[in-house]
């Protein structure tokens, strides 16, 4: 049974860091893709991160440029999310995801609907 467990969320002030992981467990994931994505309360899942199961390339949203590192530990299928300079508006629930990857160098998706497996999520709450 594939899961995906998200670990790591909580309140902190704004300015103030967290980091989220991701342990995936019951099949290999060495050649997904694997990502974060969030959820605002009234607001559609976004796209956060996501790291190349390749060349282990990484890719952000706009938003999180220079605060968010996403980063891989393959020999254990971890994922993680460090989230420094935090602001209100990245308060949301944090889901990470999995895709089977394309080929060597494609581009990997910032679609949810695209992703094989998501966690059940975190609640990230940074207060102003």
């Known amino acids: 049974q594939v899961q995906l467990v998200e670990s790591g969320g909580g309140l902190v002030q704004a300015g103030g860091s967290l980091r989220l992981s991701c342990a995936a467990s019951?099949?290999?994931?060495?050649?997904?893709?694997m990502g974060w994505f969030r959820q605002a309360p009234g607001k559609e899942r976004e796209f956060v991160a996501v790291?190349?199961?390749?060349?282990?390339?990484?890719y952000y949203a706009d938003s999180v440029i220079g605060r968010f590192t996403i980063s891989r530990d393959n020999a254990k299928d971890i994922i993680n999310l460090q989230m420094n300079s935090l602001k209100p508006e990245d308060t949301a629930v944090y889901y990470c995801?999995?895709?089977?990857?394309?080929?060597?160098?494609?581009?990997?998706?910032?679609?949810?609907?695209?992703?094989?497996?998501w966690g059940q999520g975190t609640q990230v709450t940074v207060s102003s």
């Open positions: 790291k190349r199961w390749s060349d282990g390339s990484t």
């Open positions: 019951g099949r290999t994931f060495s050649r997904y893709d």
């Open positions: 995801a999995a895709k089977s990857g394309s080929y060597y160098y494609a581009q990997p998706s910032r679609l949810t609907y695209e992703y094989d497996y």
